[in-house]
């Protein structure tokens, strides 16, 4: 039992330490929150534009057209092959029939147009539809596929395609390094922060070290309080960062710029930001002060 009063008192006491040293602690918590607003927002863009590429991954698909005259064994032979292929995850074929089919139902043109052909003589052509593994291997996947006896021609946004996937990549690389560099700010803000406040404090560590006080008990304190500005950082940019997701996704509709990317819904990740800001604030300010007071706390 004795541990735990020890610990409850170390905790009460480093409550008293926040506000005791005010200025210093509103300076932190100045910080963090600051911090926290940006790595919330980094969040938020990394979420969603991991989401853009998973919704683009799953509605990629290679075309592949085939031959006039391509028999059933030669289709048969052609799938065979295109299966064997590294990188492809599904294969579905569409018959010339099938098309012709779905464009009627599309429009009414279409179907006018459509209506005078048999099946035959359908101009359109039988064709596969593909999905691959890797998205960033689709350009290869398609050459590959186009040196196949029988396939006349092979579609699948080339060249757009494979700059959306980079430019999506380097956003995400930037929000994954913006996020680091401002937990890491962060952290080495509160550090300098609590060596301040250690310093100021000298004279009270002094008297317990004479009272036999060992030096996790003199530790404890600064590291909760560590803990509590770090808490008490991350209330804010949970409130602008949520609820600033919340009314853009309200203003703009759910999507951003055309229908095909797509926002997440906030109350799919909000709940999930919330808990990332104040774990993020909570640890940052408890390794800010471990770091504090290992390197300047001479005891």
């Keep these: 039992m004795k541990p735990f009063r020890i610990l409850k008192s170390n905790f009460l006491e480093s409550f008293k330490g926040v506000f005791r040293n005010f200025s210093l602690s509103i300076a932190s918590i100045?910080?963090?929150?600051?911090?926290?607003?940006?790595?919330?927002?980094?969040?938020?863009?990394?979420?969603?534009?991991?989401n853009f590429t998973a919704e683009i991954e799953k509605d990629m698909t290679i075309v592949v057209f085939l031959d006039r005259k391509a028999s059933d064994e030669d289709i048969d032979a052609i799938k065979e092959k295109i299966e064997s292929l590294d990188n492809i995850k599904k294969i579905t074929f569409n018959s010339k029939e099938d098309v012709k089919k779905s464009m009627q139902k599309e429009s009414e043109i279409f179907?006018?147009?459509?209506?005078?052909y048999t099946e035959s003589n359908n101009p359109l052509q039988d064709s596969f539809l593909i999905k691959v593994e890797d998205i960033n291997r689709i350009g290869d996947t398609a050459n590959e596929i186009q040196t196949i006896e029988k396939i006349t021609l092979v579609k699948y946004g080339e060249g757009s395609v494979e700059e959306l996937v980079k430019i999506f990549d380097l956003v995400k690389k930037i929000t994954y390094i913006a996020v680091v560099a401002l937990v890491i700010v962060t952290a080495f803000l509160i550090s300098n922060t609590i060596k301040i406040t250690i310093q100021s404090r000298k004279r009270e560590i002094e008297i317990r070290r004479l009272v036999g006080a060992s030096?996790?008990?003199?530790?404890?304190?600064?590291?909760?309080?560590?803990?509590?500005?770090?808490?008490?950082?991350?209330?804010?940019p949970i409130a602008i960062c949520c609820f600033g997701y919340s009314y853009l996704y309200e203003r703009l509709g759910g999507k951003l710029f055309t229908e095909i990317i797509r926002l997440i819904d906030p109350k799919a990740i909000n709940y999930m930001v919330m808990v990332a800001l104040v774990v993020i604030g909570v640890v940052v300010g408890a390794l800010g002060s471990f770091r504090a007071v290992r390197k300047y706390l001479k005891v």
């Design 30 to 50: 100045t910080c963090i929150t600051i911090t926290l607003i940006l790595v919330g927002f980094s969040i938020f863009v990394t979420l969603n534009v991991n």
């Design 215 to 236: 030096n996790a008990f003199i530790r404890q304190p600064f590291f909760f309080e560590g803990i509590i500005i770090g808490f008490l950082g991350s209330i804010i």
């Design 111 to 116: 179907n006018t147009i459509l209506s005078e």
